[in-house]
T-cell receptor, first 112, second 114 residues
Framework: AQSVTQPDIHITVSEGASLELRCNYS??????LFWYVQSPGQGLQLLLK??????LVQGIKGFEAEFKRSQSSFNLRKPSVHWSDAAEYFCAVRPNTDKLIFGTGTRLQVFP | ETGVTQSPTHLIKTRGQQVTLRCSSQ?????VSWYQQALGQGPQFIFQYYREEENGRGNFPPRFSGLQFPNYSSELNVNALELDDSALYLCASSLPGEGYNEQFFGPGTRLTVL
């Protein structure tokens, strides 16, 4: 069965530091992969997506992610974190046209 | 262009009651998906509606049901509420079909079952 694992429940970084959030997926074929961000009281906002082609994808707010088929990973990165990046981050896979399967999320805390 | 809206924002019910949650899709979007997000968890797919028909369902019991109206708005109905139904319910709208069609999420309805 398809699944998404986000091994880090909570990450704390200092403002200006680099960030990497981990995501591993289980899916037979080449998946559609996504990263979403959720701020308190808000819905989910799409940061970036991967379908095919270049394995390094750029998203909004300075985020990027790299698809590594050999490791079944799709890690999210940002070179310099801002205090406004504090939120919950979800990795998701889309196995077919009707649904997204989400990981359990990683809560990012940013210290000044 | 209006985004996805949901009502109500918050709701408190007791066990055994029934609840209806509402979602208005983004302009031009005819597909609506519903997700349940329990505290500390990622969203879980409940079902999707396309052209007023259910178009896929997750692992939820039949007491979770839905409707989609001709204007593409949608309702999620939950009967015989249980304590574990307490969650944030998210609605997402999109265009249908193969290939990528981004799902745009609303802010959610927070349901508390006492």
């Amino acid at each position: 069965a398809q699944s998404v694992t986000q091994p880090d429940i909570h990450i704390t970084v200092s403002e200006g530091a680099s960030l990497e959030l981990r995501c591993n997926y289980s899916y037979g074929a080449t998946p559609y992969l996504f990263w979403y961000v959720q701020s308190p009281g808000q819905g989910l906002q799409l940061l970036l997506k991967y379908f095919s082609g270049d394995t390094l994808v750029q998203g909004i707010k300075g985020f990027e992610a790299e698809f590594k088929r050999s490791q079944s990973s799709f890690n999210l990165r940002k070179p310099s974190v801002h205090w406004s990046d504090a939120a919950e981050y979800f990795c998701a896979v889309r196995p077919n046209t009707d649904k997204l399967i989400f990981g359990t999320g990683t809560r990012l805390q940013v210290f000044p | 262009e209006t985004g996805v809206t949901q009502s109500p924002t918050h709701l408190i019910k007791t066990r055994g009651q029934q609840v209806t949650l509402r979602c208005s899709s983004q302009s031009g979007h005819n597909t609506v998906s519903w997700y349940q997000q329990a505290l500390g968890q990622g969203p879980q797919f409940i079902f999707q509606y396309y052209r007023e028909e259910e178009n896929g369902r997750g692992n939820f019991p039949p007491r979770f049901s839905g409707l989609q109206f001709p204007n593409y708005s949608s309702e999620l109905n939950v009967n015989a509420l249980e304590l574990d139904d307490s969650a944030l319910y998210l609605c997402a709208s999109s265009l249908p079909g193969e290939g990528y069609n981004e799902q745009f999420f609303g802010p959610g309805t927070r349901l508390t079952v006492l």
